[in-house]
């Protein structure tokens, strides 16, 4: 059975206290793996893709890596800006929708 | 550029009414897309559509309707609303196919069934 599991549900961090989160799934074939950020109230807000093993993407504090059996999303010296919950999404090959994990509410206090 | 809106944001209906939510986008993006987000569980495919008058069931259809005309509108219908479809409702958009599959979100509309 396809699975997307994200860790912790929660974390709190001091402003400058880096961390990871974490996204481990398991999917017949997999065609991409997505991290979306979504703040309160709003819908979720792209900020990466990963396609295969061995690839990283860095956007400012953030940065994702992909492994063939989890994805690690870290957060280096976090800003009070950086408070949202944190989506993992995969796709699987041959389907056009992408299947979410239930989101790691982060919130980095001043 | 006004992107995907929705449409209303908040709405109240009761048990057994009919609703229909709004989507549009401005991108021409062939795959368009709705989901619901509900406390303990991710995100999860109602519908898509691949291509005006082109549409497939996602993992909770039950319940749902879906129409495109349009390339750029993708309403979803609640036909006799139930208390177990209050959710939060986000259309989505994608270019078609291949590496460019990225989907972007709409601001959601929550819905509130008595």
């Known amino acids: 059975e396809d699975q997307v599991t994200q860790s912790p549900e929660a974390l709190r961090l001091q402003e400058g206290e880096s961390s990871s989160l974490n996204c481990s799934y398991t999917v017949s074939g997999l065609r991409g793996l997505f991290w979306y950020r979504q703040d309160p109230g709003k819908g979720p807000e792209f900020l990466f893709t990963?396609?295969?093993a061995g690839e990283e993407k860095e956007k400012e504090r953030l940065k994702a890596t992909l492994t063939k059996k989890e994805s690690f999303l870290h957060i280096t010296a976090p800003k009070p800006e950086d408070s949202a919950t944190y989506l993992c999404?995969?796709?699987?090959?041959?389907?056009?929708?992408?299947?979410f994990g239930t989101g790691t509410r982060l919130t980095v206090i001043p | 550029d006004a992107g995907i809106t929705q449409s209303p944001r908040y709405k109240i209906t009761e048990t057994g009414r009919q609703v229909t939510l709004m989507c549009h986008q401005t991108w021409s993006h062939s795959y368009m897309f709705w989901y619901r987000q509900d406390l303990g569980h991710g995100l999860r495919l109602i519908y898509y559509s691949a291509a005006a008058d082109i549409t497939d069931k996602g993992e909770v259809p039950d319940g749902y309707v879906v129409s495109r005309s349009k390339t750029e509108n993708f309403p979803l219908t609640l036909e006799s609303a139930t208390r177990s479809q209050t959710s939060v409702y986000f259309c989505a958009s994608s270019l078609a196919g291949g590496r460019v599959d990225t989907q972007y979100f709409g601001p959601g509309t929550r819905l509130t069934v008595l």
């Open positions: 999404a995969v796709r699987k090959t041959g389907a056009n929708n992408l299947f």
């Open positions: 990963l396609y295969s």
